[in-house]
Nanobody, 120 residues
Framework: QVQLVESGGGLVQAGGSLRLSCVASGFTVSSYAMGWFRQAPGKEREFVAA????????GYADSVKGRFTISRDNAKNTVYLQMNSLKPEDTAVYYC?????????????WGQGTQVTVSS
């Protein structure tokens, strides 16, 4: 059974940091590009960051570039999102997802999400 489980969310003050983790099971994560998305209340889900199968290529939304870092540990079937210099507008539910291709991603597997709340 394919499963993605996010953790690491919480409440943090503006300027603080959090590290999200996404543990995959039921499939070999090294064969998939991985992405992080987020959805704020009343807004559509948006792309945050993605990483290629090997981890050699990454991409970020402009809104998080320079503050967030995506990484992966294929041996642990885990993807991370390090979030620094957090802003209130980063408040959202964060989801990880898996896609068979990095350059033409179609995210087939999704986690349930973890809440991140940034207070001002």
């Amino acid at each position: 059974q394919v499963q993605l489980v996010e953790s690491g969310g919480g409440l943090v003050q503006a300027g603080g940091s959090l590290r999200l983790s996404c543990v995959a099971s039921g499939f070999t994560v090294s064969s998939y590009a991985m992405g992080w998305f987020r959805q704020a209340p009343g807004k559509e889900r948006e792309f945050v960051a993605a990483i290629s199968m090997s981890g050699g290529t990454t991409g970020y939304a402009d809104s998080v570039k320079g503050r967030f870092t995506i990484s992966r540990d294929n041996a642990k079937n885990t993807v991370y999102l390090q979030m620094n210099s957090l802003k209130p507008e980063d408040t959202a539910v964060y989801y990880c997802a898996a896609a068979a291709s990095y350059y033409r991603p179609k995210y087939n597997y999704w986690g349930q999400g973890t809440q991140v709340t940034v207070s001002s």
